[in-house]
């Protein structure tokens, strides 16, 4: 049944066991975390495969697609639901995007860097 634990963090009424303010707040708190960690290995991924492009532009005749860096990273499953439609587009090769000028990152890292500062201001992240 409840743990001695449980039982101190529940709270019980007629109708059937409810969460403490303090379980509701411990899990926003573990919500929050999460999406942190999910922002910054994010950005890492999009500073990664920007490194991993120049590296492979400046030593192969042939370098992998921006697309194809991005499978190969472990954090871009995650990243992938979250992707707005231009993103998307401009991953898939469905649309060109044009980066700033003066940048050496391609266009289609410059819209997954605004996909996720969209997600963490909408999230309450910085």
Same mark, same amino acid.
């Given at each position: %049944?409840?743990?001695?634990?449980?039982?101190?963090? !529940?709270?019980? *009424?007629?109708? =059937?066991?409810?969460?403490?303010?303090?379980? #509701?707040?411990?899990?926003?708190?573990?919500? @929050?975390?999460?999406?942190?960690?999910?922002?910054?290995?994010?950005?890492? /991924? !999009?500073?990664? !495969?920007?490194?991993?492009? $120049?590296?492979?532009? /400046?030593?192969?005749?042939?370098?992998?697609?921006?697309?194809? #860096? @991005?499978?190969?990273?472990?954090? +871009? #499953?995650? +990243? $992938?639901?979250?992707?707005?439609?231009?993103?998307?587009? =401009?991953?898939?090769?469905? /649309?060109?995007?044009?980066?700033?000028?003066?940048?050496? %990152? *391609? =266009?289609? #890292?410059?819209?997954?860097?605004?996909?996720?500062?969209? /997600?963490?201001?909408?999230? =309450?992240?910085?």
């Amino acid at each position: %049944m409840w743990s001695e634990r449980s039982r101190r963090n !529940v709270t019980e *009424s007629s109708s =059937g066991p409810y969460p403490t303010v303090e379980m #509701l707040e411990e899990g926003r708190k573990q919500q @929050l975390a999460k999406r942190e960690s999910l922002i910054k290995a994010w950005r890492e /991924m !999009v500073v990664a !495969v920007h490194h991993q492009q $120049r590296e492979s532009q /400046m030593h192969s005749t042939e370098p992998p697609t921006i697309t194809a #860096l @991005l499978e190969r990273h472990p954090d +871009f #499953l995650s +990243f $992938r639901p979250y992707m707005s439609d231009r993103t998307r587009d =401009g991953v898939w090769g469905r /649309m060109s995007i044009v980066p700033p000028k003066q940048s050496t %990152m *391609s =266009g289609s #890292l410059h819209s997954i860097l605004s996909d996720i500062d969209d /997600m963490a201001k909408r999230w =309450g992240i910085e």
